[in-house]
Nanobody, 122 residues
Framework: VQLVESGGGSVESGGSLRLSCAHSGFSTTSYCMGWFRQAPGKEREEVVAIGSDGTTHYADSVKGRFTASHDNAKNTLYLQMNGLKVEDTAMYYC??????????????????WGQGTQVTVS
């Protein structure tokens, strides 16, 4: 199983970025995937969980600004981030669970992780 994130970078406050997570090695019939972030000196935060049925659950801190989606044909998870704030600065990771069970924030188990992509907002 591989998860490879891309799309991070540096933007000014109010700007946008789209993160991608290309994955392989697990079935897309039933899964739970998500984006997490971790800033220096802070605990890892779950940003969004998305199930194979397209259902999404967002952290309050990003609701209305971030949108997660999945392209089954490309085996790629996306995170569109609009209205970025300085406090969104973090390393962003995608994760996956091939069971799709309990795909809610804080409820599902992450079996696979990507290497992360840095997002810096100034």
């Amino acid at each position: 199983v591989q998860l490879v994130e891309s799309g991070g970078g540096s933007v000014e406050s109010g700007g946008s970025l789209r993160l991608s997570c290309a994955h392989s090695g697990f079935s897309t019939t039933s899964y739970c995937m998500g984006w997490f972030r971790q800033a220096p000196g802070k605990e890892r935060e779950e940003v969004v969980a998305i199930g194979s049925d397209g259902t999404t659950h967002y952290a309050d801190s990003v609701k209305g600004r971030f949108t997660a989606s999945h392209d089954n044909a490309k085996n790629t998870l996306y995170l569109q981030m609009n209205g970025l704030k300085v406090e969104d600065t973090a390393m962003y990771y995608c994760a996956a669970d091939s069971t799709g069970i309990d795909c809610y924030l804080g409820s599902w188990g992450q079996d696979y992780w990507g290497q992360g992509t840095q997002v810096t907002v100034s």
